[in-house]
């Protein structure tokens, strides 16, 4: 490993291979891929690298069953964990996931102890959470995946109704990543445009419900396992706009000291993502009835955080 930034992903499985690979293909730096699996971790790193003379990339790819290989490493993308299956929500991960993570971050954090670590397991708001208690890292450098994936799942409803670019298209969504998070329809729009001066009332509605259940859609059609390709370009983003120091306003899970009226609180938001990690939390003015849908979201996020016993 060299002068390239240090980029750790645990979790070798959908998620975490598609990471290292969207990652490499950037060439955002060298990757260590870390699993409990024997040999998995090592072949996908392996596979990966030899796609580098096709695709372009120099970035070195090691995987490991362990993690001394992780040392020093500038940003630890945590995918271990089990994935839902049909019928779970992610809430009936908790446990066990609680579990994988906490014996993770407590590995990382020994041997990278000014890494920024991203979340990207669930029940995410939770998961999040828990790494932040447990790291004993500043809030600023303990964030979640799970906003840029919910607003990219509706702007791609929304381009395919309007029949337009997915670039003209953005989209808002606060709250936790769950069957409780508040897409902000006044706040998405397409080339500036809010899509409530596109679309009507009922339409809008429609697509705030597929986003809202876009995780389990993908769950039901798949059936051994959840979605991986958006979450994976979803995180990499966020690894982009950190390394790069872009400043970049997204919403993920972030901590929350008295923003939005939520205090000690990990819930989606945006915030603006540089070289410190979370460098501010973004308050916009919510309607009333915004504001209810977040204090509703952070309840559901505040109960589950309360199960760990934190
Ligand atoms: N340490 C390291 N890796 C672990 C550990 C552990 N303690 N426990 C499990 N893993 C690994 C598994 O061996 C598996 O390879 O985590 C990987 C998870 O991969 P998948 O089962 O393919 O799940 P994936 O689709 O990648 O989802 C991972 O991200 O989006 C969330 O809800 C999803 O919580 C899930 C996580």
């Not at 990757?31 to 003379?53: M, N, S, T, Y």
Request: proline residues 5%; neutral net charge.
């Amino acid at each position: 490993m060299g002068a390239r930034p240090k980029i750790t992903v645990v979790g070798a499985g959908n998620v975490g291979a598609s990471v290292a690979q969207y990652t490499v293909e950037k060439e955002l730096g060298d990757v260590v891929l870390v699993d409990v699996l024997d040999g998995i971790p090592q072949g996908k790193a392996l596979d990966l690298a030899q796609a580098g003379p096709v695709h372009g990339y120099d970035s070195t790819l090691v995987g490991s069953n362990g993690y001394d290989e992780t040392a020093d490493s500038d940003i630890v993308v945590i995918t271990a964990g089990l994935a839902r299956k049909p019928g779970m929500s992610r809430d009936d991960l908790l446990f066990k996931n609680a579990e994988i993570v906490g014996s993770v971050v407590d590995e990382v954090v020994k041997r990278s102890p000014s890494s920024i670590l991203v979340l990207v397991t669930n029940p995410l708001d939770a998961m999040v959470q828990l790494a932040w208690k447990r790291s004993g890292f500043p809030p600023n450098r303990v964030v979640g995946m799970a906003g840029i994936l919910d607003s990219a799942r509706f702007r791609t409803f929304i381009a395919r109704e309007l029949n337009v670019s997915v670039e003209n298209v953005t989209a808002f969504v606060l709250g936790g990543h769950g069957d409780t998070m508040v897409p902000l329809p006044r706040y998405s729009t397409v080339a500036g445009i809010p899509i409530t001066e596109l679309l009507p009332k009922d339409k809008v509605e429609a697509l705030v419900k597929r986003t809202a259940g876009g995780g389990g859609e993908i769950v039901a059609l798949l059936k051994s396992g959840s979605a991986y390709y958006a979450p994976a370009a979803a995180t990499v983003e966020m690894v982009e706009a950190i390394l790069k120091d872009k400043k970049k306003i997204l919403p993920c899970a972030a901590y929350l000291d008295g923003q939005y009226g939520v205090k000690g609180l990990y819930v989606g938001v945006p915030v603006k993502l540089g070289r410190s990690g979370v460098e501010q939390v973004i308050e916009i003015k919510l309607t009333a009835e915004e504001q209810a849908g977040l204090n509703k979201s952070a309840a559901s996020v505040r109960e589950l955080v309360e199960k760990l016993k934190l």
